[in-house]
T-cell receptor
Framework: QQQVKQSPQSLIVQKGGISIINCAYENTAFDYFPWYQQFPGKGPALLIAIRPDVSEKKEGRFTISFNKSAKQFSLHIMDSQPGDSATYFCAAKNYYSGAGSYQLTFGKGTKLSVIP | EAQVTQNPRYLITVTGKKLTVTCSQNMNHEYMSWYRQDPGLGLRQIYYSMNVEVTDKGDVPEGYKVSRKEKRNFPLILESPSPNQTSLYFC??????????????FGPGTRLTVT
C-alpha cells in the first residue's frame, strides 16, 4: 500500500534528448508527489512537485505528468544536459489526520547519465 | 544560510559500540526525519518527529533510537550497531502540517560502516 514503484533503475540519454522516469503507486490517499534530485556526495534536493488535482506541471526543462486514474506520474527532462546526470527519486506523501502527522514514501531511484 | 548539518560525515565503527549521529537545522522547522539510503533500495525512513518530544517510527526503525528534546536537534542513536546498519544516512527537515510539507531539506549525509 505504501510503495511507490519507480522505473527504470538506470537511464542513459544523449545530450539534447528527452529523459523520462516513471512512477506508480497504489495508495489513493497520497496527496502530494515531489521529485528529488541527488548529485553524488550530496543529499537529495526538491526538484519539482505536483498535487493530484493537476495533470501537468512544468518548470523550465522539467515537467511532471500526472495520471490520477492510472495512479502513475512521470518526470520528463527536455533537452537533457550532462549537468542533469544525477539520481532522481519520486516520492508520495500521505497525511494521517488522526495522528496529525504525515509520511513521505520514496521510490528506489533512477540513475540518469546524460552523455555528450 | 539555511541548512541541515550532520556529524560526523564519515564513521567506521565496530559491532556493538554505541554511536550517535547528530542532526541540526537552523530553519525553525517542526518536522525532522532520518532516512537510510542503500543501493537498489532508495531512501527508507527510519524515524520522524512532528515536533519537540513527538517522535514516531518510519518504515525501518529496528535497531535505532531518536530523541527530540530541542526543536533544532534530532540525533540518531545506534545502541548496538550491527553490520547490516552499514549505510548512508540522511537527516531532513521541513515545515510541519498538512499544508506545510512541500519541501524537505536534506543534510549532506553520514556514511556509516559497521565492521
Amino acid at each position: 500500500q505504501q510503495q511507490v514503484k519507480q522505473s527504470p533503475q538506470s537511464l542513459i540519454v544523449q545530450k539534447g534528448g528527452i529523459s523520462i522516469i516513471n512512477c506508480a503507486y497504489e495508495n489513493t490517499a497520497f496527496d502530494y508527489f515531489p521529485w528529488y534530485q541527488q548529485f553524488p556526495g550530496k543529499g537529495p534536493a526538491l526538484l519539482i512537485a505536483i498535487r493530484p488535482d493537476v495533470s501537468e506541471k512544468k518548470e523550465g526543462r522539467f515537467t511532471i505528468s500526472f495520471n490520477k486514474s492510472a495512479k502513475q506520474f512521470s518526470l520528463h527532462i527536455m533537452d537533457s544536459q550532462p549537468g542533469d546526470s544525477a539520481t532522481y527519486f519520486c516520492a508520495a506523501k500521505n497525511y494521517y489526520s488522526g495522528a496529525g502527522s504525515y509520511q513521505l514514501t520514496f521510490g528506489k531511484g533512477t540513475k540518469l547519465s546524460v552523455i555528450p | 544560510e539555511a541548512q541541515v548539518t550532520q556529524n560526523p560525515r564519515y564513521l567506521i565503527t565496530v559491532t556493538g559500540k554505541k554511536l550517535t549521529v547528530t542532526c541540526s537545522q537552523n530553519m525553525n522547522h517542526e518536522y525532522m526525519s532520518w532516512y537510510r539510503q542503500d543501493p537498489g533500495l532508495g531512501l527508507r525512513q527510519i524515524y520522524y518527529s512532528m515536533n519537540v518530544e513527538v517522535t514516531d517510527k518510519g518504515d525501518v526503525p529496528e535497531g535505532y533510537k531518536v530523541s527530540r528534546k530541542e526543536k533544532r536537534n534530532f540525533p540518531l542513536i545506534l545502541e548496538s550497531p550491527s553490520p547490516n546498519q552499514t549505510s548512508l544516512y540522511f537527516c531532513a527537515s521541513s515545515l510541519a502540517g498538512e499544508a506545510g510539507l512541500y519541501e524537505q531539506y536534506f543534510g549532506p549525509g553520514t556514511r556509516l560502516t559497521v565492521t
